[in-house]
């Protein structure tokens, strides 16, 4: 099953502008990750943030994490077309002692107009 | 590119017939997992080796198996298929069990017929 929900299911926006998708989760986590995914293609990794992170950067994006409220933010500033893509957050959760899984939400589709 | 490979990256099969799907994990990564997204959702967990043994499983039947290798490569095989086994399936590898990110190929499409 679906660890949780990412808003907007869909997010349309012009070349330049910001875009900002939400995630949210149902139980504790180790760590939030987001991947991208062009054309039902592989994930790619974008980046990951700790449990007991609450900002983290790397070039054009910016996560968030509230564990309290058990969600999760990605911007992508001053975003491409080459940005067009489906994104996913994926909580990271230990599933027994020695091993844990990703927990994949439904993910928001992103166009990025020219 | 991630390193991680995976083959075929197409396949059609009947139901009810027998599927591998192979996957060469990234140099230095001891720990595969397998993963089925089908269309429009998210990908779902089917089950993670490290080092050759199977280190947890999702909730899928037992007709879902799997292998690695010593040299951690590893196989998915499917048995009895059917219609909804249609899914893209990734195999991501990482290094160790815990808590890091993973690193997913292509995927393999799977259509059953």
């Known amino acids: 099953s679906q660890q949780g929900e990412e808003d907007p299911q869909a997010l349309s926006i012009q070349e330049g502008e910001n875009a900002t998708m939400n995630c949210s989760y149902k139980?504790?986590?180790?760590?939030l990750q987001w991947y991208r995914q062009n054309s039902g293609r592989g994930l790619v990794h974008l980046i990951l943030?700790?449990?007991?992170?609450r900002e983290k950067h790397s070039g054009r994006l910016r996560v968030t994490l509230d564990t309290s409220k058990k969600s999760s933010s990605l911007l992508i500033t001053a975003s491409r077309a080459a940005d067009t893509a489906s994104y996913f957050c994926a909580t990271w959760n230990a599933g027994g002692t020695s091993y844990g899984k990703l927990t994949f939400g439904q993910g928001t589709i992103l166009t990025v107009h020219p | 590119e991630t390193g991680v490979t995976q083959s075929p990256t197409h396949l059609i099969k009947t139901r009810g017939q027998q599927v591998t799907l192979r996957c060469s994990s990234q140099?230095?990564?001891?720990?595969v997992s397998w993963y089925q997204q089908a269309l429009g959702q998210g990908p779902q967990f089917i089950f993670q080796?490290?080092?050759?043994?199977?280190?947890g499983r999702g909730n899928f039947p037992p007709r879902f198996s799997g292998l690695q290798f010593p040299n951690y490569s590893s196989e998915l095989n499917v048995n009895a298929l059917e219609l909804d086994d249609s899914a893209l399936y990734l195999c991501?590898?990482?290094?160790?069990?815990?808590?890091?990110?993973?690193?997913f190929g292509q995927g393999t499409r799977l259509t059953v017929v």
């Open positions: 080796y490290y080092r050759e043994e199977e280190n």
């Open positions: 943030i700790r449990s007991n992170e």
């Open positions: 991501a590898s990482s290094l160790g069990a815990g808590n890091t990110e993973a690193f």
């Open positions: 140099s230095g990564h001891n720990t």
């Open positions: 139980t504790s986590i180790n760590n």
